[in-house]
């Protein structure tokens, strides 16, 4: 079965003080590993998409990393405003296209 | 702004009762997605439309159901409503790449 987990379920972080998320997946020919971003009570916001085993993406303070079996978001010295839930979900090879998520990741920056 | 529009944002119900959300897709997307999130499950895929046509269907109950008319917006028909089935719902649209997987802000249904 298709699944993926996220840890840890929520981070508490300093401003400035570097972390790094996880996910966890299991899927049948994966054709895509997404992140995205959800601030409370609105829609996931884009930020990621990766294909392979090796890839890396960056956007500001954010850089994704993917293994075979899972995927690694870095924030880098992280600003009160990054805090949301980071959602991590993958696009199984076979589906039609529908994404499978993680429960997601609630960081919390504090000044 | 998405691009992807969701209406109405909130509502508010009774158990028992018929409630109709609706989606518009990003200009130029065929394929419609129709999500669930409540507190303790995460996001879960209901049903996925593309230009009109039922094209997968996740988790989605049987007092559900949804359709797409011929301008592409989608229209997601929840009925015998039960207190479980307040939640977020988000529809997505895509036009087929990995890129282009956009969601919208949802709508928020309470069941009282």
């Known amino acids: 079965e298709d699944q993926v987990t996220q840890s840890p379920e929520a981070l508490r972080l300093q401003e400035g003080e570097s972390s790094s998320l996880n996910c966890s997946y299991t899927?049948?020919?994966?054709?895509?590993l997404f992140w995205y971003r959800q601030d409370p009570g609105k829609g996931p916001e884009f930020l990621f998409t990766?294909?392979?085993a090796g890839e890396e993406k960056e956007k500001e303070r954010l850089k994704a990393t993917l293994t075979k079996k899972e995927s690694f978001l870095h924030i880098t010295a992280p600003k009160p405003e990054d805090s949301a839930t980071y959602l991590c979900a993958v696009q199984a090879g076979g589906s039609q296209g529908n994404l499978i998520f993680g429960k997601g990741t609630k960081l919390s920056v504090k000044p | 702004d998405s691009g992807v529009t969701q209406t109405p944002k909130h509502l508010i119900t009774a158990t028992g009762q018929r409630v109709t959300l609706r989606c518009s897709p990003r200009?130029?997307?065929?394929?419609v997605y129709w999500y669930q999130q409540s507190l303790d499950q995460g996001l879960q895929f209901l049903i996925q439309?593309?230009?009109?046509?039922?094209?997968a269907k996740g988790n989605i109950l049987e007092r559900f159901s949804a359709q797409q008319f011929p301008d592409l917006h989608s229209e997601l028909n929840l009925s015998s409503l039960e207190l479980g089935d307040s939640a977020l719902y988000f529809c997505a649209s895509s036009d087929g790449s990995l890129y282009g997987y956009t969601f919208g802000s949802g709508t928020r249904l309470t069941v009282v």
């Open positions: 899927v049948s020919g994966l054709r895509g």
């Open positions: 200009s130029g997307d065929l394929s």
């Open positions: 439309y593309y230009n009109g046509e039922e094209r």
């Open positions: 990766l294909y392979s």
